[in-house]
């Protein structure tokens, strides 16, 4: 293993960073990048140290999924090799008022959190909320939320660079018991900190996980805006899942908020860039993670995308619950006929979330294998030692490609003041990537 003294510039150098802001709570801040990606910024950014290194998620010396969730959950009722350990997980979506028609799914990342407020097991909730672009320029950040209205407030995908440096800072200042909501990541980066610093594992019982197929840059919201003809100064509100119970759950809709209360919006099968899967202004590390599901969460929640759930526009979850005590709480609330939830193995959810899981085993062998990092990870999958079929590695290769370029690109589009230049080469480039991805049988 290489020398455990880094820092976070070394982290960005080598294409790792996921913006998560573990290393500046307290000691620094975050800024975008040209790319649109939130980064250390400042001169403590050079600093090294062991224990930046013991907490930065994609750090050489940091402790790996497995091992944070055998502290975690030492005695699973289920363990498996691709969604880890749990005690029991479930399909269906919130019953309760409200819930499922306000969140981008069945509602249950919401309810879950109301709960544990309403049962007064945790005094805050830090997730994400949509933010005013004309106070800081970022459309979404992370906020402490006190009250179940305040949680309401954060429903909804946000597929957006945000950061947790404000939210842990208040969270060490203010005394409470918090849960925190969070892509694996950044719920991994949580629990390195719990265990260097015992404040905060005091203070942070719980942890609400969201499955997570990549990560996006800002530059996101303003391809939307460029391609629905929206002058990008004057877009207030994004929102990128707009919901309609009427079409199916996988149908996504951009939708635009504009100064002048007007409103723009368009599906995703018709932007340029909207294919998810081939990975246009992806952050760079998530071509290194290994976790789809969240795995050192106490309890993790994605879409439901298979038949007949992905056809059910009001949305449906498939959760994932390994802390026991939340276990309990789910089957209480179905009891008292607030939740609409069924019992699944894990069979059923790796089906639930078959790409992503593909994209994270199969693909990240055959990456490690032929893009190494530059620093020297340890990961669980290890480098391929067989090549996959010569489709799948075409695909993988395809994506790395689009993740790279669609950077580049757009930042020539936006230096250029030329929108079409981006737009004509993500279509050029996304033709070919789906005849590849999705052959006609």
Known sequence: MADPALGPSDVVGAGLCVGCGACAAGSGALAFDRRGLLTPSGDWAKARSDGFARICPFSPAARN????????????????????????????????????????????????????????????????????????????????????????????????PVELSQVLAEIRAVQGRYAIV?????????????????????????????????????????????????????????????????????????????????????????????????????????????????????????????????????????VIARSPLLDDMLREGIARGQLALSPVDSAFVVETQAAGLRHRREGLAYRLRVFPPRLPLQKRVQPASVAPPLRRRLIYRFRAAISVWSHRVFALARRTHWSGLYVHWARLTLAPYRRLAYPRR
């Open 65 to 160: 999924e497995d091992e944070i969730a055998a502290d975690r959950f030492p005695a699973p009722t289920h363990r498996d090799a691709q969604i880890g350990s749990y005690e029991q997980a479930y399909v269906g979506h919130v019953a309760e008022d409200g819930f499922r028609a306000n969140g981008s799914s069945g509602g249950m990342v919401s309810w879950v959190a109301a709960e544990l407020l309403r049962r007064g097991l945790v005094d805050g909730v830090a997730h994400v909320v949509a933010a005013d672009p004309g106070h800081d320029g970022r459309f979404f950040s992370y906020r402490v939320s006190r009250s179940e209205a305040e949680i309401g407030a954060g429903a909804k995908s946000r597929y957006y």
């Open 182 to 318: 969070g892509v694996p990541c950044f719920i991994k980066a949580v629990h390195l900190l719990r265990r260097e610093e015992p404040l905060l594992a005091q203070r942070i019982p719980f942890t609400l996980g969201l499955f997570c197929g990549h990560m996006k840059s800002a530059r996101f919201v303003e391809s939307f805006a460029w391609q629905l003809g929206a002058p990008f100064e004057q877009v207030k509100a994004v929102e990128y899942r707009l919901k309609n119970p009427d079409r199916p759950a996988n149908w996504y809709t951009a939708h635009l908020t504009l100064a002048d209360g007007s409103a723009r919006w368009q599906d995703w099968w018709h932007l340029a860039d909207g294919d998810w899967g081939a990975g246009f202004f992806q952050n760079p590390a998530c071509n290194y993670c290994d976790d789809v599901v969240a795995e050192t969460a106490d309890i993790s929640f994605g879409d439901a995308w298979v038949e007949p759930y992905s056809s059910d526009g009001r949305g449906t979850n498939v």
